[in-house]
Nanobody, 114 residues
Framework: VQLQASGGGLVQAGGSLRLSCAASGSTGSSYTVGWYRQALGKQRELVAALSSGGSTNYADSVKGRFTISRDNAENTAYLQMNSLKPEDTAVYYC?????????WGQGTQVTVSS
């Protein structure tokens, strides 16, 4: 499974962005998709995750501002990011884990200016 992340960019504080993660290859129907981020000089951290059963998990720092979703028909996952803050600046990675695979996208830069 290969992942292509897109949608990053430069936005002012308070703005919004939507990240996309398109999967190619056979993912099956049972997989968990996650969005992670890594700021300069910091460790990669989980931002949001969505299981095939619909359960979600969000980092406390993004609860109420970010929403993870998926379109199984399009094999695409999304991360809607609202009310962005400068501390959200990072490279964002998508990750998909299923039966027999654990794939990462290439990362997309999100920069939030104050």
């Amino acid at each position: 499974v290969q992942l292509q992340a897109s949608g990053g960019g430069l936005v002012q504080a308070g703005g919004s962005l939507r990240l996309s993660c398109a999967a190619s290859g056979s993912t099956g129907s049972s997989y968990t998709v996650g969005w992670y981020r890594q700021a300069l000089g910091k460790q990669r951290e989980l931002v949001a995750a969505l299981s095939s059963g619909g359960s979600t998990n969000y980092a406390d720092s993004v609860k109420g501002r970010f929403t993870i979703s998926r379109d199984n028909a399009e094999n695409t996952a999304y991360l809607q990011m609202n009310s962005l803050k400068p501390e959200d600046t990072a490279v964002y990675y998508c990750n998909v884990v299923g039966h027999g695979f654990n794939s990462w996208g290439q990362g997309t830069q999100v920069t939030v200016s104050s």
